[in-house]
C-alpha cells in the first residue's frame, strides 16, 4: 500500500494542518515508509503468541474502592466562606 499526494492532502486537510505543496512532496515518501513498516509487521508469525498490555509486566497500584465519607466534614466546611448545620451556605437565587 501507498499514498500519493493527494492523499497526503486530504489527509492534512482532515487534521486540519495547513502544508504547503513542498511539505506534502516531502511527507509522501514518509507516509510510505511508515506504511512499509506495517506490511512488515504483518508478516511476523504471532501464532501462540498471547496478546500484551505492556512489555513489561508491571501491576497497577490502585486503593480498594470503598465507600468512604472521608469523615473530614468539619475540615473542610473551615474553607468554606459560609457554613450553616454542617452545610456550604449559599445566597438565595431563586425568588
Same mark, same amino acid.
Given at each position: 500500500?501507498?499514498?500519493?499526494?493527494?492523499?497526503?492532502?486530504?489527509?492534512?486537510?482532515?487534521?486540519?494542518?495547513?502544508?504547503?505543496?513542498? !511539505?506534502?512532496?516531502?511527507?509522501?515518501?514518509? $507516509?510510505?515508509?511508515?506504511?512499509?513498516?506495517?506490511?512488515?509487521?504483518?508478516?511476523?508469525?504471532?501464532?501462540?503468541?498471547?496478546?500484551?498490555?505492556?512489555?513489561? !509486566?508491571?501491576?497497577?497500584?490502585?486503593?480498594?474502592?470503598?465507600?468512604?465519607?472521608?469523615?473530614?466534614?468539619?475540615?473542610?466546611?473551615?474553607? *468554606?466562606?459560609? *457554613?450553616?448545620?454542617?452545610? $456550604? *451556605?449559599?445566597?438565595?437565587?431563586?425568588?
Amino acid at each position: 500500500m501507498s499514498v500519493n499526494a493527494n492523499q497526503v492532502r486530504h489527509v492534512a486537510k482532515l487534521a486540519r494542518i495547513a502544508m504547503s505543496d513542498s !511539505e506534502i512532496e516531502a511527507m509522501v515518501p514518509e $507516509f510510505n515508509n511508515i506504511l512499509g513498516w506495517v506490511e512488515q509487521l504483518g508478516e511476523v508469525d504471532t501464532d501462540g503468541v498471547e496478546p500484551l498490555t505492556a512489555v513489561i !509486566e508491571n501491576q497497577l497500584r490502585l486503593r480498594d474502592d470503598v465507600v468512604d465519607d472521608g469523615n473530614v466534614r468539619d475540615a473542610v466546611l473551615r474553607n *468554606a466562606p459560609d *457554613a450553616q448545620h454542617g452545610f $456550604f *451556605a449559599v445566597p438565595k437565587v431563586i425568588e
